[in-house]
């Protein structure tokens, strides 16, 4: 019988060969313009090669104002940048995987941006902890100013218009980027979020931006064979140890208003699923969006095991599956699954000093040269 996460599975009508999905990995190595690469064709078709059924770019910024957040970050916001991101969208899908592009605004943990010099978020508060020396940062975070309402119909503009370009683009679906501390989730979190009005205060009004993006994009894309899934959170790239403030009963809520996404993802930010999904109620949280929304959810965190992996799948907590580190280190990781062998360890010299495909290329030269010697 094969692994569980090697069965196909239907998302929406579209039939995926397996559950496997990889992950959305930042790897700032698009044109200073914003606009891909053929190496970053080449990097995403590779996963498709190797067996994966879904495969999710990198963040890609969403406007030409404050959503930026990388120097090198790609971008969906002009001609150039569709036809480019269109190749890829080819490259995944003639390999055999659906290519899903996710949508991200860094808001106040933007640490590079060609548009504005200066950030913006919920609210006025200095980020946690200093910029990320690997995408290319240094120092502390600057304040960023308060969104106004016109900055935050700014915000649900770019996701829509963006959702729209990458449907003509050639991509399955969007995944709304909702994780990790970017602007979505510095809205979700109170001590980011100090708002005193609709989109401050109760979880109700802090999730708020986040259903009105996902209900937004709906509503200017209606076909439901484009799929519109969310990313979400507990913990944050400068915040891995952050949890829910309310547990079991805060995700319910979330989940359940966030519940007309077509999947749900749930990113294992600073911790393994094995080590970071149980709740107060005894639950996973993967299990329990599951149950709360009705929907696909694909569970993410250190899930390269093959019996870890099998459990997650078979004991009900998650649909599907999705890898970054390790799917960089295997990039066949499917057909590794099915002979039965153990997947290569990550080295995190692949990602040193910067998290760049060119820093990659490097690293697979000098393993190649070490395996002639």
Same mark, same amino acid.
């Given at each position: ?32 313009? #914003? ?14 090669? #190797?067996?994966? *059924? ?20 790609? #971008? ?24 899903? @592009? ?15 010099? &200066? ?11 200093? @910029? ?14 308060? @969104? ?9 503009? *770019?996701?829509?218009? &963006? ?17 990790? #501390? ?89 911790? *393994? ?76 010299? @692949? ?19 070490? &395996?002639?010697?």
């Amino acid at each position: 019988m094969s692994h569980p996460a090697l069965q196909p599975f239907n998302l929406e009508a579209t039939a995926l060969p397996n559950r496997l999905a990889v992950a959305p990995m930042t790897r700032v190595s698009a044109e200073e313009d #914003g606009t891909p690469t053929a190496e970053m064709a080449d990097y995403y078709a590779r996963y498709a090669d #190797g067996g994966f *059924g879904i495969v999710i770019t990198e963040g890609v910024y969403t406007d030409e104002a404050y959503s930026q957040g990388y120097l090198n970050q790609p #971008g969906i916001t002009a001609d150039r940048h569709v036809k480019a991101w269109g190749q890829i969208a080819d490259a995944v899908r003639q390999a055999g995987a659906q290519p899903v @592009m996710q949508l991200m605004h860094a808001g106040a943990l933007s640490q590079g941006n060609r548009y504005r010099r &200066s950030t913006a978020g919920p609210s006025a508060v200095r980020p946690l902890r200093a @910029m990320m020396e690997a995408y290319g940062g240094s120092g502390p975070w600057p304040v960023p100013k308060a @969104m106004t309402e016109k900055d935050i119909d700014q915000v649900i503009d *770019g996701f829509v218009a &963006s959702a729209q370009a990458a449907r003509t683009a050639g991509f399955a679906g969007v995944e709304v980027h909702a994780a990790n #501390g970017y602007l979505l989730d510095q809205f979700l979190t109170p001590y980011t979020n100090t708002r005193d009005d609709e989109f401050g205060g109760s979880i109700t009004n802090r999730v708020r931006l986040t259903a009105s993006v996902i209900a937004a994009i709906r509503a200017a894309v209606p076909d439901p064979k484009f799929w519109v899934g969310v990313r979400l959170s507990q913990g944050k790239v400068n915040d891995h140890d952050y949890r829910w403030e309310h547990g079991a009963e805060e995700a319910a809520l979330i989940f359940a208003t966030v519940n007309t996404a077509t999947y749900i993802h749930i990113a294992g930010e600073g911790s *393994g699923w094995e080590e970071g999904a149980l709740l107060d109620n005894g639950e996973t949280i993967t299990a329990l969006a599951r149950r709360v929304t009705q929907k696909p959810v694909i569970a993410n965190g250190n899930l390269a095991k093959a019996d870890l992996a099998a459990r997650v799948v078979y004991d009900g907590h998650a649909d599907l599956i999705s890898l970054g580190r390790s799917a960089l280190a295997n990039p066949d990781y499917p057909a590794i699954l099915a002979r039965g062998t153990a997947p290569a360890a990550f080295d995190p010299a @692949m990602l040193s000093p910067q998290v760049t495909l060119a820093n990659s290329a490097t690293w697979n030269a000098r393993k190649a040269a070490a &395996s002639i010697a």
